[in-house]
C-alpha cells in the first residue's frame, strides 16, 4: 500500500505540472520499470524529430495499471505481461486497435559483479543452499509481472518452496536489482535486459524459455487519451526505428 500511495502522489505531481502545460508537453506513458533506458533514447529520438518530449513515468505494471483503471490521465501503457494489460482491457480502460506486442525478454539468475557463485539450472538445482543466510531479491511474485515469471520459473525446477522463506521482494524488478547491486542479497532474478544494463551485477544463469510464461510486452493506447501525439508515438514504438533502439537495450522482437 505504500508503494502505491507513493507512486499516487508522483502521478498526481507529475500531472498538475503538466496540465499547465498541455499544449506543449508529449503524451504521457506509463511503462514497466524494466523500460526505463529503452523508452528514455525512444523519447529522446522522438524529441530529436520536432515532438514535444514524453512524460514517461516508470514503476511496476501492476502499481501502474491500477493507477489507469482508477482514472489517472496518462495516454499510453506498456506492461511487462499480458495479465495486467488484458486487466485494463476487461477495465474498459484501452482504445480499441491500439494493442500491440512491443517486445520481449528473458528471465535470468543474477549475483554482485563480483561473486564466484556458479550455479546451472536444473531440476531441483541448489538454489537455497547458495542462498546460505542470505536472501533471493526478486520482485514481489504476488502481483509485479517479474516476480511471478519468477515464481513460476523456480516451481517449474521445483525450487520454490526451498526458496520461498528466503526471498526479498521488492516493489519492481529494478528495485530487485538494486538489492543485488548493493549487495544486500547474494541472488537475484531479473530480466535480461535488467542484468545488461548494470556493471554492477553479473548473469550467473539464463532460465530457460520453457519454464515460463512468454515475457512479453504490450503496448496501447488508454481510452481516456486525448494526445494529439499517442498513436504517432505508438507507432514510433513499433516502427523499425522504436525496435532498433529497444534491440539495442538487449528487448527481442516479440
Not at 502522489?9 to 499547465?20: D, Q, S, T, V
Not at 506492461?79 to 525478454?105: K, Y
Not at 520454490?160 to 529494478?174: F, H, Q
Request: hydrophobic share 55%; with cysteine.
Amino acid at each position: 500500500m505504500r508503494c502505491f500511495a507513493r507512486l499516487a502522489l508522483m502521478l498526481a505531481a507529475l500531472f498538475a505540472g503538466a496540465m499547465a502545460h498541455a499544449a506543449d508537453r508529449g503524451p504521457v506513458v506509463l511503462a514497466a520499470s524494466s523500460l526505463q533506458g529503452a523508452l528514455g533514447e525512444a523519447a529522446d529520438a522522438w524529441t530529436a524529430r520536432g515532438h514535444a518530449r514524453p512524460l514517461l513515468s516508470f514503476a511496476a505494471s501492476s502499481a501502474l495499471a491500477r493507477q489507469a483503471m482508477a482514472g489517472a490521465p496518462a495516454d499510453l501503457f506498456v506492461s511487462a505481461d499480458e495479465a495486467w494489460m488484458d486487466a485494463l482491457a476487461r477495465a474498459g480502460r484501452l482504445r480499441g486497435g491500439t494493442r500491440a506486442t512491443l517486445a520481449a525478454n528473458r528471465l535470468v539468475l543474477i549475483a554482485p559483479a563480483g561473486s564466484k557463485v556458479e550455479i546451472a539450472i536444473q531440476r531441483r538445482f541448489a538454489l537455497a543452499a547458495a542462498l546460505g543466510s542470505g536472501r533471493l531479491a526478486i520482485a514481489d511474485p504476488a502481483a509485479v509481472p517479474a516476480g511471478r515469471y519468477a515464481k513460476t520459473a523456480l516451481a517449474h525446477y521445483g525450487v520454490w518452496d526451498s526458496v520461498a522463506p528466503k526471498l526479498a521482494p521488492a516493489e519492481n524488478v529494478r528495485a530487485a536489482l538494486a538489492l543485488v547491486e548493493r549487495r544486500a542479497a547474494p541472488l537475484g532474478i531479473v530480466y535480461a535486459t535488467d542484468a545488461r544494463a548494470s556493471r554492477r551485477v553479473r548473469q550467473v544463469a539464463l532460465f530457460p524459455a520453457s519454464s515460463h510464461p512468454p515475457i512479453r510486452y504490450p503496448v496501447a493506447i488508454l481510452k481516456a487519451s486525448r494526445h494529439r501525439d499517442a498513436a504517432a508515438f505508438r507507432a514510433f514504438l513499433l516502427s523499425l526505428h522504436g525496435r532498433a533502439i529497444l534491440a539495442r537495450h538487449g528487448f527481442a522482437a516479440p
